[in-house]
Nanobody, 129 residues
């Protein structure tokens, strides 16, 4: 059974930092594109960062503040989030698959956006102003 388990969410004040972790079992991250999505209430699910053999990618809204990294030995992907803003508040999901894109239906958790890959259960990030 494949599982992606996230941790590290929580509540911080604006300007603070959090580090999210996502550890996989049943799959090997170095065989996949791996990334982080987020979904705030009333907003569409959005892909915010990916890491793959060809490199890393960041959505413009998080570029320069968030850093994605992969520890293959631990089969764990991290998202270091600095200079957090209230608009970063959301449920954050890790995902892994042959390729990752924004979901057409606006919802996190479907298989199409991860091309048949896998999602974590999500972790809540709250940022107070």
């Amino acid at each position: 059974e494949v599982q992606l388990v996230e941790s590290g969410g929580g509540s911080v004040q604006a300007g603070g930092s959090l580090r999210l972790s996502c550890t996989a079992s049943g799959i090997t991250f170095d065989d996949s594109d791996v990334g982080w999505y987020r979904q705030a209430p009333g907003n569409a699910c959005e892909l915010i960062s990916t890491t793959a053999p060809e490199g890393t990618w960041y959505k413009q809204s998080v570029k320069g503040r968030f850093t994605i990294s992969l520890d293959n030995a631990k089969n764990t992907v991290y998202l270091q989030m600095n200079s957090l803003k209230p608009e970063d508040a959301a449920v954050y999901y890790c995902a892994a698959g042959p390729s990752l894109v924004d979901p057409d239906d606006g919802n996190c958790g479907g298989t199409v956006a991860v091309r048949g890959g896998y999602w974590g259960q999500g972790t809540q990030v709250t940022v107070s102003s």
